[in-house]
């Protein structure tokens, strides 16, 4: 479906994300229209000519005429805009979105959603330290991984043709995981690293300290600086998962922290060298 | 005393730090000479033209002749060396160090040190994730911290010499800390990153999770690729500053932790936003 570039694409919600996904799928010629809140968001996108039309309302003509609808919402915010506005989408139009968390999210839709429109989740894992439309760039997509979760509800047509979306946005991966799969995935290699960042960042409010950084901990605060309010919602959305990545990362930690205090080199050199086999596995290809 | 190249300058233990400082040294014109233990290293520095003479043992002639040494080594050896071999020291010599915790060394080596004899130990906080004197470098130090822990047995000529030394080497800020005050901020910035960086990197083994790495873990776990001989003596011999150090992260973890169970965001989204204003404190200036 997607490469009939006759089809509209409506995107909801024009912010870095959804504003770098109308960047990439304008240049093959689509009709990209979007709902969003800012009227600033779509007369800039207007303006660099990226989309073709927008609201800030719930526009019935632009909701009801597009094929493929990209939902770029925080995740409590998409589930609102179904259980209120899913009336408005047109029969057999295709939706998809970007949420970070997933069995949270796809079951609910998937539940609640007329039994005309499919919905395929999907995750593309990218993203800057800033926010907003004007932020959003095409190339953000080169290296990263999109992740489609599919369910037993799914379509073999929808899993394709998002995957392929996938592919036409630029990622340099495209799989698919089970929700279940990917909320574990995401919470130990996103969540648990976004916690621990935050927690080594606010441990030791000792002064001065920034004189003397060096490059290792600023590696482990770049993502520190950090959205409350998205990743809070993403931590409670992945509740169960990222906390036993918690624990799993406690134990672990207890583990070394027990070895220094017998002085245990052996066990402390052979973690260590567990570590070292390990990292390399995970050297960009 | 540095500024006058007719001096000799003697690097024991010719690595990666070793090798970093000869380069520098060498192109200020000084006379470089290096005990160490390959004969490798020292015939690929002398092919490179950075030092002078070497020699894999104590050679008497060129220890007596130091009027500064520099001892690159692992703590223990350091130590070992000066038990051993201080007399063959020249009388007047200063001698200075490259050890990355201070307290558990500095104390111990002024204690034994022959009284004609002065030692100012420094602290050049940079590094590679390799080693060896062929992985060396002249811009090794270029935006690195380099700093002096003097105690009440160092001259005010000592200090002044040390802190040139480093300002020779092209280190950006060249400091002064307490033995104590550097093993806390060491404990903190740079041993606590190692514990968390291996940690993540082992708590959880699953299989395929590099398929689906993003940039924040690979940052987070860039340092887990580790010297075990090395940082399993570095903390050791900063044991309790890091144990602190270690008891302080997971305090805070617990209650990240303790917050999301309870969801409740209100609390995350504070210490969120503690975190990120901290974070711009560390940001390159």
Redesign the interface.
């Known amino acids: 479906m997607i490469v009939d570039i006759s089809k509209k694409i409506l995107i909801v919600g024009l912010g870095l994300l959804g504003g770098s996904y109308a960047r990439v799928l304008k240049r093959f010629g689509f009709h990209i229209s979007t709902i969003t809140k800012e009227q600033s968001s779509i007369d800039y996108a207007l303006g660099e000519g990226f989309i073709d039309e927008g609201s800030t309302e719930l526009d019935e003509k632009i909701i009801g005429e597009a094929d493929l609808v990209i939902f770029a919402l925080y995740p409590h915010v998409f589930v609102e805009w179904i259980e209120k506005n899913q009336s408005l989408l047109k029969s057999g139009a295709l939706i998809t979105d970007v949420t970070g968390v997933k069995c949270s999210i796809v079951y609910k839709i998937q539940e609640i959603l007329r039994h005309d429109v499919e919905f395929i989740a999907a995750h593309p894992?990218?993203g800057r330290e800033v926010s907003g439309v004007e932020n959003s760039t095409d190339k953000m997509f080169v290296g990263?991984?999109f992740?489609v979760t599919p369910t037993d509800k799914n379509t073999k047509e929808a899993i394709s043709t998002c995957m392929e979306l996938g592919r036409l946005l630029g990622f340099s991966?495209v799989?698919t995981l089970s929700p279940e799969e990917h909320d574990?995935?995401?919470g130990?290699?996103?969540q648990?690293?976004?916690?621990?960042?935050?927690?080594?960042?606010?441990?030791?409010?000792?002064e001065n300290?920034?004189?003397?950084?060096?490059d290792?901990?600023?590696?482990?605060?770049?993502?520190?600086?950090?959205?409350?309010?998205m990743?809070?919602?993403l931590?409670?959305e992945n509740?169960e998962a990222?906390?036993r990545?918690?624990n799993?990362?406690?134990?672990?930690?207890?583990e070394?922290?027990s070895m220094?205090?017998k002085?245990d080199?052996d066990s402390?050199?052979k973690?260590?060298?567990?570590?070292?086999e390990?990292?390399?596995?995970?050297d960009?290809k």
């Not at 290792?216 to 309010?229: E, G, P, Q, V």
């Not at 973690?271 to 070292?276: A, L, N, Y």
């Not at 390990?278 to 995970?282: E, N």
Request: glycine share 2%; proline share 0%; with cysteine.
């Open positions: 894992m990218a990263a991984n992740i991966n799989t574990e995935m995401i130990f290699l996103s648990l690293t976004h916690c621990i960042a935050i927690t080594l960042m606010t441990c030791n409010d000792k300290m920034e004189k003397f950084t060096g290792s901990f600023r590696d482990l605060t770049r993502i520190a600086r950090i959205n409350d309010l990743w809070s919602e931590f409670i509740k990222l906390l990545q918690m799993l990362f406690i134990d672990k930690f207890g070394l922290k220094l205090e002085e080199v402390m050199r973690m260590m060298r567990h570590s070292t390990r990292r390399a596995l995970f960009k």
